[in-house]
């Protein structure tokens, strides 16, 4: 089985930074695409930033310019660098990676859980 898990969320006020982690763990092959989303109340799950395994990335129009995903192909692991922050990023942030495993001839989407970011004074 594959797991993600992500790390890093919290309390900040407007302006200020936090930084993302996933990690992904298990019988991994190899990791296409990884994602970050998020979720804010009453609201759908929104795509916030996709980066390729060759790292070419791509940013809804909202966060653009302030929030940089990154990723470390030999940890498995991809970052979602958030700054500027502000009240209306306030969401439960998921990651997403395709994931080749081993043994398997197709690439599987698996979430994370999820972490908490409130942007509030």
């Known amino acids: 089985q594959v797991q993600l898990v992500e790390s890093g969320g919290g309390l900040v006020q407007p302006g200020g930074s936090l930084r993302l982690s996933c990690a992904a763990s298990?019988?991994?092959?190899?990791?296409?695409?990884m994602a970050w989303y998020r979720q804010a109340p009453g609201e759908q799950r929104e795509l916030v930033a996709t980066i390729t395994s060759g790292s070419s990335t791509n940013y809804a129009d909202s966060v653009k310019g302030r929030f940089t995903i990154l990723r470390d192909n030999a940890k498995n692991a991809v970052f979602l660098q958030m700054n500027t922050l502000k009240p209306e990023d306030t969401a439960v942030y998921f990651c997403?990676?395709?994931?080749?495993?081993?043994?398997?001839?197709?690439?599987?989407?698996?979430w994370g859980q999820g972490t908490q970011v409130t942007v509030i004074l």
């Open positions: 997403n990676a395709d994931v080749l495993r081993s043994g398997d001839w197709r690439y599987i989407k698996y």
């Open positions: 298990g019988s991994i092959r190899s990791i296409g695409t």
